[in-house]
């Protein structure tokens, strides 16, 4: 297993750094541009394992998919998605898997939908259930993947269907992008009003219309998708506003002026809204409600040990069926740091604020989950006490490949090494 330890800098961490293009974003337009007739190109792209296996899918199923150059995928589409020779596998990319479970509806036979280990734990049963009741047959013996979804050529058979989107806003978002595809009207309906990240679904349609489709919002709680199809176009992708999080945490933490090349408030993204309680740093709210921007807690809470109060997160029991549990991760790593930095109440995690870590030096192996928002997170940590070590550094890899590399850029010194110690899950 390799590890990665930072040296704290000791120095505010100034300069230049770009953050990569929106996975969010970038997964919706590959889909959106695959379903289209004709040829799009996607500039200001993320290339990451989430987004590479997008396209790989694609690929697979009939569009034509070229990388002209590091940020750029130019896609052409026929309107129509062909059945693929083999399951796609997608790995733990959660947009990935959603939103072609949805869009293998509209292909003309069978396809699996399937992932690495930890995909196969992450719950997909909300949506398997809306696709039967839109009139799709679709099995996920699990309640996770692999699914086994069997289209029939066409959009959906019926034209309206209530979901349970309680636990991820990617199933209304996978929904919507495919049902513009049939030749009916579509309504989607929340099960309730109650829905984490509603942000990520403003980011879904705006999405769709700029490719063509025309989205009537009925109510808070249902969406009218118009039978349009997709029209291709060029589409230009905003930098990820979740890696941005861990820039303005180093910025923060080392009293530092990093300018990321796009102002805070002119992101579209829902983990934007970050930036308003994390200015407010060493004096957090004491409560902070992360159901708007879950990506952005784990950067938060770590930012949080080094608050002067403590802080409650709450609004995050969704956490904890992202790439691993990550309230439980969050809580074992930062009392790895110092044993009762953290608890969990619940769904809540609560964070023991202690300004007197900066500066100290400990022996703190931190286990990622293989879960690059908890890797890049605890870096952070590193900036300012000494003997962190990061394990599986690599999984960055899954939204920002180049993030050891950003923080070198800054003037951040780190080693990599082999450990003979495994990982504790």
């Not at 052409?76 to 062909?82: K, M, N, R």
């Not at 921007?293 to 770590?302: E, G, K, R, S």
């Not at 900066?358 to 300012?384: C, E, N, P, Y």
């Amino acid at each position: 297993m390799i590890e990665l330890t930072i040296t704290p800098p000791g120095h505010p961490l100034s300069g230049k750094v770009e953050p990569p293009g929106s996975k969010s974003i970038t997964n919706r337009a590959l889909l959106l541009a695959g379903l289209a007739k004709g040829k799009s190109r996607l500039t200001g792209a993320l290339k990451s394992d989430d987004t590479l296996y997008m396209a790989e899918a694609l690929r697979a199923m009939g569009v034509k998919v070229t990388e002209p150059d590091a940020t750029t995928f130019v896609v052409e589409g026929t309107g129509v998605l062909q059945q693929p020779e083999k399951p796609l596998f997608l790995g733990n990319a959660g947009t990935a898997t959603r939103f072609l479970t949805a869009a293998a509806a509209l292909v003309d036979g069978a396809v699996i939908i399937d992932g690495d280990e930890h995909m196969r734990k992450r719950p997909i049963m909300p949506l398997v259930e809306a696709l039967r009741a839109l009139g799709v047959e679709a099995d996920a013996p699990t309640g996770c993947p692999p699914v086994t979804v069997r289209g029939k050529g066409m959009g959906f058979p019926k034209g309206s269907v209530t979901i349970d989107a309680n636990l991820s806003s990617q199933y209304v978002s996978a929904l919507l992008m495919a049902a513009a595809c049939g030749d009916k009207f579509v309504d989607i309906i929340l099960k309730g009003e109650e829905i984490g990240a509603k942000g990520y679904i403003d980011l879904t349609t705006s999405a769709m219309e700029a490719f063509g489709a025309k989205i009537e919002r009925v109510s808070n709680a249902i969406w009218r998708v118009n039978p349009t199809g997709y029209t291709a176009t060029d589409f230009h992708i905003e930098p990820d506003a979740s890696a941005a999080t861990y820039l303005w945490g180093a910025e923060l933490l080392t009293g530092g002026a990093i300018d990321i090349g796009t102002p805070a408030d002119k992101f579209t993204q829902p983990d934007a809204k970050a930036y308003e309680v994390m200015a407010q740093f060493p004096h957090l709210p004491a409560e902070i409600d992360g159901s708007q921007m879950q990506d952005a807690i784990p950067t938060i809470a770590v930012l949080a040990a080094f608050n002067e109060t403590p802080v409650r997160f709450v609004g995050i029991a969704n956490l904890r069926v992202k790439e691993c549990d990550r309230i439980r991760a969050v809580s074992l790593g930062l009392n790895e740091i110092r044993n009762g930095l953290a608890h969990e109440e619940g769904d809540d995690l609560i964070v023991h604020a202690d300004p007197a870590l900066a500066g100290q030096t400990v022996d703190a192996s931190i286990d990622t989950f293989a879960d690059h928002r908890i890797a890049m997170s605890f870096a952070l940590a590193a900036l300012k006490i000494g003997g962190i070590a990061i394990q599986n550094p690599a999984c960055v890899g899954k939204t920002y490949p180049g993030y050891w590399k950003a923080l070198a850029s800054l003037g951040v010194d780190y080693t990599e090494k082999e450990s003979a110690a495994e990982p504790q899950h």
